[in-house]
Nanobody, 124 residues
Framework: QAQPVESGGGLVQAGGSLRLSCAAS????????MGWFRQAPGKEREFVAA????????YYADSVKGRFTISRDNAKNTVYLQMNSLKPEDTAVYYC?????????????????WGQGTQVTVSS
């Protein structure tokens, strides 16, 4: 199965933390950059974070820089998004994304594979 599968979403109070996971098949994960997007109700899907296939390069949206950390474990074919100091405006469905390059997993139109999404709700 090429489609990544997310887990770890839920309800948390403002200031709290959550860790999202995204598991992909070895064929999808191997040598692919990975990323996270989110989409709030009534808004367009937006880039959150990306990581190169080696894990050596990471990229973040300004809105999450310093609060979120993306990482990957290539032995487990899994990418993570650690979210700290959560705010109500972080509430959204979070999607895992995969593509051949980091540039492609930073652009909605160029992502190769999408996960099904996981809901994150931050209460005030």
């Amino acid at each position: 199965q090429a489609q990544p599968v997310e887990s770890g979403g839920g309800l948390v109070q403002a200031g709290g933390s959550l860790r999202l996971s995204c598991a992909a098949s070895a064929r999808t994960f191997s040598r692919y950059a990975m990323g996270w997007f989110r989409q709030a109700p009534g808004k367009e899907r937006e880039f959150v974070a990306a990581i190169s296939w080696s894990g050596g390069s990471t990229y973040y949206a300004d809105s999450v820089k310093g609060r979120f950390t993306i990482s990957r474990d290539n032995a487990k074919n899994t990418v993570y998004l650690q979210m700290n100091s959560l705010k109500p405006e972080d509430t959204a469905v979070y999607y895992c994304a995969a593509g051949p390059t980091t540039a492609q997993v930073m652009s909605v139109s160029q992502v190769r594979y999408w996960g099904q999404g996981t809901q994150v709700t931050v209460s005030s």
